[in-house]
């Protein structure tokens, strides 16, 4: 029995943890694959009818405003952050004595809660008394920035409290890559007289290509998953305007009691992110065990 | 260090570089400013009374400096019906996280021990399925989550919420020392083991001690993640038992009464506080668990 113990400890203490898994996550992703195929509103009922919620989740518009407001927000959010933070990175790279503040300063917002993000960015840009009202108190009085308030132009500043958050982040991850290419062909292409910027678009950026990649997987999952920045920003509105596909779950979920439709939304969500993170994760761990 | 811009510095394009230098000071000062501007907003504004608010400019400093908005954000502003203000949510918000971040560590260790230096048959089958756990979304699990603690009785409980922090921080904490503790050769391990050493007492004496550097970005990661958590506090949790950054939104989006700026201001730089301690203190560690959390996992 103590020999038995023994030998099998590892699997013990390693088997609370894995139980864990394959109950509150896998279980729970077959629970909700299972509640959307079924008729389930207010209380969920397992019988299974088909593809009837997603059928409703595809006819809803606001369901289509989310879908397209996730395109418009993620595709924003992932350029301008990649290319923000690349910048950022390169101009840091050039000897900057007082690097170390600066990155401090860059970084420090991936330090808050979305919903202090949020909070702060609501009130710069309310236009009662944020930027425009301050623009127009300078003499200005046409300058208008409501896009807060106006339904057309809300999901722009998600965008930009976004960015905000989260470039600073790409920023590190970019620096990193940048001193780890080899020094000695730099130099040798410093000897060879190519101007700074060639060395930067033909030998440095090419080879921080798997950085490249980590960044965009990090950004989108961030994008897919954004719910707290939404809500605290424009709470999804006006109207619903700035609905996400995360906000839209949460809404059917908690506040219209529609389960089905929950259920449906979220595993759109888990199809979006797997598409996106499982050959990403497949190829790495598999280059790991090598 | 690639430093391209001093190196080919020749007499005749020498003022040349100067300018280029300022150039790029002033382009690395401006996003600095970009960055510390809603910050240094939410600060003066915190400081502002509510009259100075209405008629001066956002980026003003306060002409008369008042901390009447932080003693309302702490103990009075509203979150919906109740005016205690923050302060009872920020102590939810710790009584989560420190037993939240402290199990889930402990577990994240054992089992990364298991994982990188007791590999049997399946193990690592088993680790890149809970490494998958880290990428859902969680929106997925919400709503059986919700029913299964109301089975088991703990719903709307801040031990709730501690068991759902720990369920989902498990994945990342397995695997920060998993990498971690992949990195010391197993034969430290065989040795031990010819020596008569078990399991624990391996761990113990000779994993432990290795730890630090891997247990402080694992507490500083969990820890970040668990207080500026809101989609789980929001879910999981009822009036009395919710987290620090519930209470905030409560606060800012109430709609009762006036439009309080300043107070929103002040409880918001509250509820950012701890971690932003933590960043300040410790940020080599934070970005390690960033760095770390993302690329690899």
């Not at chain 1, 299972?34 to 509103?41: A, D, K, Y």
């Not at chain 1, 993620?74 to 900057?96: E, K, P, R, S």
């Not at chain 2, 150039?23 to 690395?28: E, Q, S």
């Not at chain 2, 040795?191 to 001690?209: E, M, N, T, Y």
Request: one cysteine or more.
């Amino acid at each position: 029995m103590t020999k038995w113990l023994e030998e099998n400890t590892p699997k013990l203490v390693l088997a609370p943890s894995f139980i864990a898994v394959l109950i509150f996550v896998y279980g729970f992703i077959a629970w909700t694959a299972w509640v959307s195929f079924t008729r389930s509103r207010l209380l969920p009922r397992y019988d299974i009818e088909g593809f009837i919620q997603y059928e409703r989740l595809f006819a809803s518009p606001r369901w289509d405003t989310a879908l397209n407001n996730l395109f418009v927000f993620g595709f924003l959010f992932i350029v301008i952050a990649m290319v923000l933070g690349l910048v950022l990175a390169i101009l840091l790279d050039q000897n900057i004595r007082t690097e170390g503040a600066l990155r401090t300063i860059y970084l420090y917002p991936m330090a808050l809660s979305m919903i202090v993000t949020g909070t702060a960015w609501k009130w710069i840009l309310n236009p009662g008394l944020g930027i425009q009202a301050m623009v127009r108190g300078w003499g200005f009085e046409d300058f208008t920035f409501d896009w807060l308030v106006n339904p057309d132009m809300a999901i722009y500043t998600i965008v930009i409290a976004a960015i905000w958050q989260s470039s600073g982040f790409v920023m590190a991850l970019f620096l990193a890559g940048l001193r780890s290419v080899d020094g000695e062909i730099i130099k040798a292409a410093q000897v060879d007289g190519i101007p700074t910027w060639r060395i930067y678009t033909a030998i440095i950026i090419p080879s921080m290509a798997p950085i490249f990649l980590s960044a965009f997987i990090v950004l989108s999952h961030l994008a897919i998953k954004s719910f707290d920045l939404v809500i605290a920003l424009t709470g999804g509105g006006p109207g619903y305007a700035t609905d996400l596909p995360a906000t839209y779950m949460y809404a059917m979920a908690f506040s219209r009691g529609d389960i089905g439709q929950a259920a449906s939304s979220a595993m759109i969500m888990m199809m979006v992110v797997f598409a996106i993170v499982v050959p990403y994760l497949y190829s790495e761990l598999r280059t790991k065990d090598d | 260090m690639t430093d391209l811009s001093m190196s080919q510095a020749t007499g005749q394009n020498r003022t040349g570089k100067i300018i280029l230098r300022w150039v790029l000071y002033l382009a690395l000062g401006l996003f600095a400013l970009f960055y510390l501007m809603p910050l240094f907003v939410m600060i003066t504004t915190s400081l502002k009374s509510l009259d100075e608010i209405r008629t001066g400019d956002l980026i003003a400093l306060p002409r008369d400096v008042t901390f009447d908005a932080w003693r309302t954000a702490w103990s009075g502003a509203c979150t919906g019906i109740q005016c205690e203000g923050v302060r009872p949510y920020f102590w939810n918000s710790i009584l989560i996280a420190i037993p939240a971040v402290a199990i889930s560590t402990l577990l994240g260790a054992m089992n990364g021990y298991v994982v990188a230096q007791w590999r049997f048959r399946g193990a690592n089958i088993i680790f890149s399925l809970m490494l998958f756990g880290c990428f859902i979304p969680f929106q997925v699990v919400l709503l059986p989550m919700a029913r299964t603690l109301g089975i088991i009785g703990i719903a709307g409980t801040i031990p709730g919420l501690i068991f759902v922090h720990v369920i989902y921080g498990l994945g990342f904490t397995t695997l920060f020392f998993r990498n971690y503790y992949v990195s010391i050769p197993s034969e430290l391990t065989k040795a031990a083991k010819v020596d008569g050493a078990g399991f624990f007492r391996i761990f113990w004496s000779i994993f432990l001690p290795l730890s630090l550097p891997i247990i402080v970005v694992t507490v500083i990661w969990q820890f970040t993640q668990i207080w500026n958590d809101f989609l789980f506090g929001v879910s999981f949790s009822q009036a009395g038992t919710q987290p620090v950054t519930v209470a905030l939104n409560n606060i800012v989006n109430s709609t009762t009464g006036v439009k309080e700026y300043n107070v929103d201001m002040a409880a918001a730089i509250i509820a950012a506080l701890p971690t932003l301690f933590v960043y300040v203190v410790a940020g080599k560690y934070f970005i390690r668990g960033l760095t770390a959390g993302s690329v690899k996992g």
